[in-house]
Protein backbone atom coordinates (compact mmCIF):
# COMPACT_ATOMS: atom_id res chain seq x y z
CA UNK A 1 0.00 0.00 0.00
CA UNK A 2 1.33 2.84 -1.45
CA UNK A 3 2.02 6.53 1.25
CA UNK A 4 1.57 8.72 -1.85
CA UNK A 5 -1.80 8.59 -3.52
CA UNK A 6 -2.84 9.67 -6.91
CA UNK A 7 -6.32 9.73 -9.03
CA UNK A 8 -6.89 6.40 -10.61
CA UNK A 9 -7.13 7.83 -13.86
CA UNK A 10 -7.75 11.45 -15.56
CA UNK A 11 -8.97 12.10 -18.96
CA UNK A 12 -9.01 15.00 -21.48
CA UNK A 13 -8.89 16.09 -25.12
CA UNK A 14 -6.67 16.61 -27.25
CA UNK A 15 -5.26 20.31 -25.92
CA UNK A 16 -6.75 20.44 -22.72
CA UNK A 17 -4.82 21.06 -19.54
CA UNK A 18 -5.12 17.73 -16.82
CA UNK A 19 -3.31 17.97 -13.26
CA UNK A 20 -2.93 14.69 -11.24
CA UNK A 21 -2.31 15.00 -7.99
CA UNK A 22 0.11 12.94 -5.57
CA UNK A 23 -1.07 13.46 -2.00
CA UNK A 24 1.62 12.33 0.57
CA UNK A 25 2.42 13.67 4.71
CA UNK A 26 4.38 15.01 6.45
CA UNK A 27 6.84 11.74 6.77
CA UNK A 28 7.53 12.52 3.12
CA UNK A 29 6.24 15.28 0.65
CA UNK A 30 5.46 17.32 3.61
CA UNK A 31 9.05 16.38 5.52
CA UNK A 32 10.35 18.74 2.39
CA UNK A 33 10.93 15.97 0.07
CA UNK A 34 10.42 16.34 -3.77
CA UNK A 35 8.26 15.17 -5.20
CA UNK A 36 9.61 13.50 -9.02
CA UNK A 37 7.12 11.90 -11.70
CA UNK A 38 7.97 9.00 -14.14
CA UNK A 39 5.77 8.55 -17.50
CA UNK A 40 5.30 4.97 -18.28
CA UNK A 41 4.30 4.19 -21.96
CA UNK A 42 2.12 0.96 -22.60
CA UNK A 43 4.18 -2.10 -22.55
CA UNK A 44 7.76 0.04 -21.78
CA UNK A 45 10.00 1.19 -18.99
CA UNK A 46 9.38 4.15 -17.19
CA UNK A 47 11.09 7.30 -17.96
CA UNK A 48 12.05 10.34 -15.71
CA UNK A 49 9.58 12.98 -16.66
CA UNK A 50 10.37 15.74 -13.85
CA UNK A 51 12.69 15.90 -10.67
CA UNK A 52 12.86 17.93 -7.73
CA UNK A 53 9.58 19.13 -8.16
CA UNK A 54 9.40 21.09 -11.62
CA UNK A 55 12.69 20.22 -13.38
CA UNK A 56 12.61 18.79 -16.58
CA UNK A 57 14.98 16.31 -17.86
CA UNK A 58 16.65 17.42 -21.52
CA UNK A 59 14.15 15.99 -24.15
CA UNK A 60 10.82 16.50 -22.02
CA UNK A 61 8.70 18.97 -23.83
CA UNK A 62 7.44 22.09 -21.99
CA UNK A 63 3.92 21.03 -21.88
CA UNK A 64 4.94 18.79 -18.95
CA UNK A 65 5.52 20.88 -15.31
CA UNK A 66 5.14 20.25 -11.80
CA UNK A 67 4.72 21.68 -8.59
CA UNK A 68 4.91 21.30 -4.80
CA UNK A 69 2.79 22.46 -1.98
CA UNK A 70 2.56 21.40 1.65
CA UNK A 71 1.76 17.49 1.86
CA UNK A 72 1.14 17.09 -2.01
CA UNK A 73 3.20 17.42 -5.58
CA UNK A 74 1.09 18.32 -8.89
CA UNK A 75 1.92 17.31 -12.50
CA UNK A 76 0.05 19.56 -15.32
CA UNK A 77 -0.14 18.59 -18.79
CA UNK A 78 -0.86 21.55 -20.76
CA UNK A 79 -2.17 20.93 -24.61
CA UNK A 80 -2.80 17.40 -24.38
CA UNK A 81 -1.35 14.98 -26.93
CA UNK A 82 -2.28 11.44 -27.80
CA UNK A 83 0.79 10.16 -27.23
CA UNK A 84 0.69 11.44 -23.70
CA UNK A 85 -1.35 8.19 -22.84
CA UNK A 86 -0.21 6.92 -20.34
CA UNK A 87 0.46 6.03 -16.79
CA UNK A 88 2.04 8.55 -14.19
CA UNK A 89 3.48 7.84 -10.77
CA UNK A 90 5.32 10.23 -8.77
CA UNK A 91 8.09 9.54 -6.15
CA UNK A 92 9.39 10.49 -3.40
CA UNK A 93 11.03 9.87 0.36
CA UNK A 94 9.65 8.64 3.54
CA UNK A 95 10.97 8.85 6.99
CA UNK A 96 9.15 6.38 8.59
CA UNK A 97 9.83 3.92 5.68
CA UNK A 98 13.22 4.80 5.57
CA UNK A 99 13.02 4.50 1.51
CA UNK A 100 11.91 5.84 -1.92
CA UNK A 101 8.30 5.66 -2.40
CA UNK A 102 5.71 5.69 -5.04
CA UNK A 103 2.52 6.65 -5.79
CA UNK A 104 -0.43 4.67 -6.48
CA UNK A 105 -0.75 5.91 -9.91
CA UNK A 106 -2.56 7.74 -12.74
CA UNK A 107 -3.46 6.05 -16.12
CA UNK A 108 -4.06 9.56 -18.38
CA UNK A 109 -6.24 9.03 -21.08
CA UNK A 110 -6.91 11.77 -24.02
CA UNK A 111 -10.35 11.40 -25.33
CA UNK B 1 24.51 7.00 -24.52
CA UNK B 2 23.31 5.27 -21.29
CA UNK B 3 22.09 1.93 -21.58
CA UNK B 4 20.89 -0.31 -18.55
CA UNK B 5 20.18 -4.44 -20.20
CA UNK B 6 18.78 -6.48 -17.12
CA UNK B 7 18.66 -10.40 -17.72
CA UNK B 8 18.08 -13.20 -14.99
CA UNK B 9 14.28 -12.98 -14.74
CA UNK B 10 12.51 -16.47 -15.29
CA UNK B 11 10.16 -19.24 -13.70
CA UNK B 12 10.77 -20.12 -10.48
CA UNK B 13 9.26 -22.27 -7.65
CA UNK B 14 7.83 -20.73 -4.58
CA UNK B 15 10.69 -20.86 -1.90
CA UNK B 16 13.28 -21.24 -4.73
CA UNK B 17 16.38 -18.48 -5.88
CA UNK B 18 16.94 -16.52 -8.86
CA UNK B 19 19.93 -14.24 -9.34
CA UNK B 20 19.14 -10.90 -11.51
CA UNK B 21 21.95 -9.19 -13.58
CA UNK B 22 21.88 -5.47 -14.58
CA UNK B 23 24.88 -4.97 -17.33
CA UNK B 24 25.27 -0.83 -17.44
CA UNK B 25 27.46 1.21 -20.42
CA UNK B 26 27.64 4.12 -21.15
CA UNK B 27 28.65 6.27 -18.47
CA UNK B 28 30.92 5.70 -15.47
CA UNK B 29 29.36 3.30 -13.12
CA UNK B 30 31.23 3.11 -10.24
CA UNK B 31 30.64 7.23 -9.57
CA UNK B 32 26.87 6.00 -9.47
CA UNK B 33 24.21 4.66 -6.77
CA UNK B 34 22.26 2.11 -8.06
CA UNK B 35 18.36 0.91 -7.98
CA UNK B 36 16.03 -2.02 -8.29
CA UNK B 37 12.99 -1.48 -8.70
CA UNK B 38 9.87 -3.62 -9.73
CA UNK B 39 6.21 -3.35 -10.96
CA UNK B 40 3.38 -6.51 -9.80
CA UNK B 41 1.76 -7.61 -13.45
CA UNK B 42 -1.08 -4.68 -13.87
CA UNK B 43 0.24 -3.12 -10.50
CA UNK B 44 2.47 0.26 -9.70
CA UNK B 45 6.04 0.49 -9.00
CA UNK B 46 7.59 -0.36 -5.79
CA UNK B 47 11.26 0.09 -4.74
CA UNK B 48 13.34 -2.67 -3.91
CA UNK B 49 16.94 -1.90 -2.95
CA UNK B 50 19.57 0.15 -3.29
CA UNK B 51 23.48 0.59 -3.65
CA UNK B 52 26.45 2.93 -3.07
CA UNK B 53 29.16 3.61 -5.42
CA UNK B 54 31.34 1.45 -3.58
CA UNK B 55 28.63 -0.90 -2.57
CA UNK B 56 29.49 -0.16 1.45
CA UNK B 57 25.96 0.61 1.79
CA UNK B 58 22.25 -1.05 1.00
CA UNK B 59 19.50 -0.86 1.96
CA UNK B 60 16.28 -2.65 1.46
CA UNK B 61 12.74 -2.20 1.51
CA UNK B 62 10.55 -4.53 4.28
CA UNK B 63 9.10 -7.04 2.29
CA UNK B 64 12.75 -8.29 1.09
CA UNK B 65 14.74 -7.80 4.02
CA UNK B 66 16.64 -10.92 4.96
CA UNK B 67 15.95 -12.38 1.55
CA UNK B 68 17.78 -10.43 -1.59
CA UNK B 69 20.79 -9.19 -1.15
CA UNK B 70 21.78 -6.29 -3.67
CA UNK B 71 25.27 -6.18 -4.89
CA UNK B 72 27.27 -4.82 -7.35
CA UNK B 73 31.41 -5.10 -9.80
CA UNK B 74 32.62 -1.84 -10.90
CA UNK B 75 35.20 -3.91 -12.74
CA UNK B 76 32.58 -5.59 -14.99
CA UNK B 77 30.05 -2.68 -14.52
CA UNK B 78 27.32 -5.08 -13.17
CA UNK B 79 24.62 -4.89 -10.64
CA UNK B 80 23.19 -8.25 -9.14
CA UNK B 81 19.88 -8.62 -6.92
CA UNK B 82 20.28 -12.12 -5.59
CA UNK B 83 16.96 -13.43 -4.47
CA UNK B 84 16.34 -16.60 -2.10
CA UNK B 85 13.17 -17.96 -0.44
CA UNK B 86 10.72 -16.39 -3.44
CA UNK B 87 7.33 -16.02 -2.43
CA UNK B 88 4.37 -15.57 -5.14
CA UNK B 89 4.37 -11.68 -4.17
CA UNK B 90 7.58 -11.30 -5.17
CA UNK B 91 6.38 -11.70 -8.74
CA UNK B 92 7.18 -8.50 -11.20
CA UNK B 93 9.35 -6.67 -13.96
CA UNK B 94 12.71 -6.07 -11.95
CA UNK B 95 13.94 -3.17 -13.17
CA UNK B 96 17.51 -1.38 -12.47
CA UNK B 97 17.79 2.24 -12.39
CA UNK B 98 20.59 4.84 -11.98
CA UNK B 99 20.25 7.34 -8.96
CA UNK B 100 20.93 10.72 -8.69
CA UNK B 101 21.41 11.33 -5.29
CA UNK B 102 20.42 14.53 -4.32
CA UNK B 103 17.97 15.47 -1.25
CA UNK B 104 14.99 13.59 -2.63
CA UNK B 105 16.62 10.97 -5.22
CA UNK B 106 15.13 10.21 -8.79
CA UNK B 107 16.02 7.31 -10.92
CA UNK B 108 16.64 9.11 -14.01
CA UNK B 109 17.79 6.41 -16.81
CA UNK B 110 15.77 2.35 -16.65
CA UNK B 111 16.45 -0.51 -17.82
CA UNK B 112 13.52 -2.58 -20.06
CA UNK B 113 13.43 -4.66 -17.03
CA UNK B 114 13.44 -8.78 -16.52
CA UNK B 115 10.25 -11.07 -15.78
CA UNK B 116 10.66 -12.56 -12.41
CA UNK B 117 7.56 -15.30 -12.36
CA UNK B 118 7.36 -17.42 -9.11
CA UNK B 119 4.89 -19.84 -9.29
CA UNK B 120 4.73 -24.25 -8.70
Known amino acids: QSVLTQPPSVSGAPGQRVTISCTGS?????????GNWYQQLPGTAPRLLIYGNSNRPSGVPDRFSGSKSGTSASLAITGLQAEDEADYYC???????????FGTGTKVTVL | EVQLVESGGGLVQPGGSLRLSCAAS????????MNWVRQAPGKGLEWVANIKQDGSEKYYVDSVKGRFTISRDNAENSLYLQMNSLRAEDTAVYYC?????????????WGQGTLVTVSS
Open chain 2, 97 to 109: TRIIPVLTSYFDY
Open chain 1, 91 to 101: QSYDTSLSGYV
Open chain 1, 26 to 34: SSNIGAGYD
Open chain 2, 26 to 33: GFSFSTYW
